[in-house]
């Protein structure tokens, strides 16, 4: 089975501090995603990476940046985290080319005081 | 960009119901699934369905690619069917990117 893992279930910081979210997957997929969901927004993608240090912007990559240094981690920085960026994140993997499925992470729920 | 949007919102049933829950788009797409995310938040992916129709025990979907709709049939409703079910669609070939619809939250009562 494909399993995507995500460093914390729940994280609580201060506005400022720099943010790590950590993605592990171990299917040794080319395809990483990083989403927000917001409750009345669904899921919102903020990054995404084909592979090894390469990635692009989604839809809302503003305040954020991301990290691929291997192939199976995918880092989610907030860079100085601020109270808008409280969500839960949602990380996922795909094999390259393969459109029927996404595997998702549990998901870290992310409260910036 | 791609419009996504799924209907009912909310749905509260008794267990044993049959519910239908709905996806339009608002352009053509070559890729579109459907998921479920749990109480516990998370998401797992029901059917890859770009068109036509397929069904998995008591959930059935289709696709209706010309008219820009996909429909998620649930019959004999059971507790453990509560959750969000969202509806995510592809654009274009190449990048497997996915906009998802805002959901619906299905409530399933004993």
């Known amino acids: 089975d494909v399993k995507v893992t995500q460093s914390s279930r729940y994280l609580v910081k201060r506005t400022g501090e720099k943010v790590f979210l950590e993605c592990v997957q171990d299917m040794d997929h080319e395809n990483m995603f990083w989403y927000r969901q917001d409750p009345g927004l669904g899921l919102r993608l903020i990054y995404f990476s084909y592979d090894v240090k390469m990635k692009e912007k989604g839809d809302i990559p503003e305040g954020y940046s991301v990290s691929r240094e291997k192939k199976e981690r995918f880092s989610l920085i907030l860079e100085s985290a601020s109270t808008n960026q409280t969500s839960m994140y949602l990380c996922?993997?795909?094999?390259?080319?393969?459109?029927?499925?996404?595997?998702f992470g549990p998901g870290t729920r992310l409260t910036v005081l | 960009g791609i419009q996504v949007e799924q209907s009912p919102p909310d749905l509260i049933l008794q267990e044993g119901a049959n519910s239908t829950l709905r996806c339009n788009f608002s352009?053509?797409?070559?890729?579109l699934q459907w998921f479920h995310q749990n109480p516990w938040g998370q998401l797992i992916n029901l059917f890859y369905?770009?068109?036509g129709t397929k069904q998995n025990g008591r959930l059935s979907a289709t696709t209706v690619a010309t008219e820009r709709y996909s429909l998620l049939y649930i019959s004999s409703s059971q507790t453990t069917d509560s959750g969000v079910y969202f509806c995510?669609?592809?654009?274009?070939?190449?990048?497997?990117?996915?906009?998802f619809g805002t959901g619906t939250r299905l409530t399933i009562i004993p």
């Open positions: 352009d053509s797409v070559n890729n």
């Open positions: 996922a993997s795909t094999e390259a080319a393969r459109r029927d499925e996404q595997f």
């Open positions: 369905i770009p068109s």
């Open positions: 995510a669609v592809e654009r274009s070939f190449g990048n497997e990117k996915l906009t």
